[in-house]
């Protein structure tokens, strides 16, 4: 049982280029979502997903593209990378439950725009 | 006013000494308290949550004050392996992804 994947874990990208961030779960948890974290600023959300087909942005969705075709994947997009979107991604997952269920991460992308 | 606020730190304490963190949030209509461990460049991990009555854990008490709007984690007897960032984590209604709200995290280091 593996969780969730996440790739890749470190990238390098130019301003403009673009790249897809991927994150996949196998424990079939209806709800998934992507963040990002910055120094003192904590884990802001991006976007996320209750379940295939169902997407909704979250609190800082500007840049970033979404889809939802598989309960699995939940792959992130970013269009035209710009220097403000380096940061480290946590894509999470959790299943649809009682007030207390638990968020379960990737290992995280760091991702440095220059 | 930030959503969920934490005092940053760092905290640096001698091991077996005992350390608490506070955490206050605005929202009262917020529903769910969690604390979350981050260690260093790692993902976060659910730590505990937190319950009205308060809740043990071995070393670890959280506790949750609904009419100051805090919640608090006390740490006893710190090991070594204790030194992380603590989250505190905050969410309201469950359907709702955008309410689930993240501090900026506690740097705590146990020194030998």
């Known amino acids: 049982n593996a969780g969730v994947t996440q790739t890749p874990k470190f990238q390098v990208l130019k301003t403009g280029q673009s790249m897809t961030l991927q994150c996949a779960q196998d424990?079939?948890?209806?709800?998934m979502s992507w963040y990002r974290q910055d120094p003192g600023m904590g884990l802001r959300l991006i976007h996320y997903?209750?379940?295939?087909?169902?997407?909704d942005q979250g609190e800082v969705p500007n840049g970033y593209n979404v889809s939802r075709s598989t309960t699995e994947d939940f792959p992130l997009r970013l269009l035209s990378a710009a220097p403000s979107q380096t940061s480290v991604y946590f894509c999470?997952?959790?299943?649809?439950?009682?007030?207390?269920?638990?968020?379960?991460f990737g290992s995280g992308t760091q991702l440095s725009v220059l | 006013r930030k959503e969920v606020e934490q005092d940053p730190g760092p905290f640096n304490v001698p091991e077996g000494a005992t350390v608490a963190f506070n955490c206050t949030y605005s929202?009262?209509?917020?529903?769910?308290f969690f604390w979350y461990r981050q260690d260093c460049r790692k993902e976060p991990k659910l730590l505990m949550s937190?319950?009205?009555s308060g809740n043990e854990d071995g070393r670890f008490t959280a506790q949750l004050n609904r009419a100051s709007q805090y919640i608090s984690l006390l740490i006893r007897d710190s090991k070594l392996s204790d030194s992380a960032t603590y989250l505190c984590?905050?969410?309201?209604?469950?359907?709702?992804?955008?309410?689930?709200?993240f501090g900026s995290g506690t740097q705590l280091t146990v020194l030998p």
């Open positions: 984590v905050v969410k309201g209604r469950w359907g709702s992804a955008r309410q689930l709200t």
């Open positions: 424990m079939n948890h209806e709800y």
């Open positions: 937190v319950y009205s």
């Open positions: 929202n009262s209509a917020s529903q769910s």
């Open positions: 997903s209750v379940g295939a087909g169902i997407t």
């Open positions: 999470a997952s959790t299943s649809r439950g009682g007030a207390n269920e638990k968020l379960f």
